[in-house]
């Protein structure tokens, strides 16, 4: 079982910035293959992107001006950066191992004047 945590998450105000982290266990983490999702309250969890063990990205195209995905395998680690942040992107967010379907427990983001 891969034991995903993800950290990062705050208050923020619109237009601001946040980089999220996924930190994995296992030694494996080269190999892989890391998703990232949101929910927001009274909504369902939606795919915001991921990337692949070999580093191809995929974000959903409503977010993709905004959002990044990234990994550093040597951290055992991926990433979510989100600039010119809106009120609508404010969610738990979720990072998983698609190979596996390990979750993170989240990390709250608020965006909020």
């Known amino acids: 079982q891969v034991r995903l945590v993800e950290s990062g998450g705050g208050l923020v105000q619109p237009g601001g910035s946040l980089k999220l982290s996924c930190a994995a266990s296992?030694?494996?983490?080269?190999?892989?293959?890391i998703g990232w999702y949101r929910q927001a309250p009274g909504k369902e969890r939606e795919f915001v992107g991921s990337?692949?063990?070999?580093?191809?990205?995929n974000v959903k195209p409503l977010l993709k001006e905004r959002f990044t995905v990234s990994r550093d395998n040597a951290k055992n680690a991926a990433y979510l950066e989100m600039n010119s942040l809106e009120l609508g992107d404010t969610a738990v967010y979720y990072c998983?191992?698609?190979?596996?379907?390990?979750w993170g427990q989240g990390t709250q983001v608020t965006v909020s004047s």
């Open positions: 296992g030694s494996s983490f080269s190999t892989y293959a």
């Open positions: 998983n191992e698609i190979f596996s379907g390990s």
């Open positions: 990337i692949t063990p070999g580093g191809v990205t």
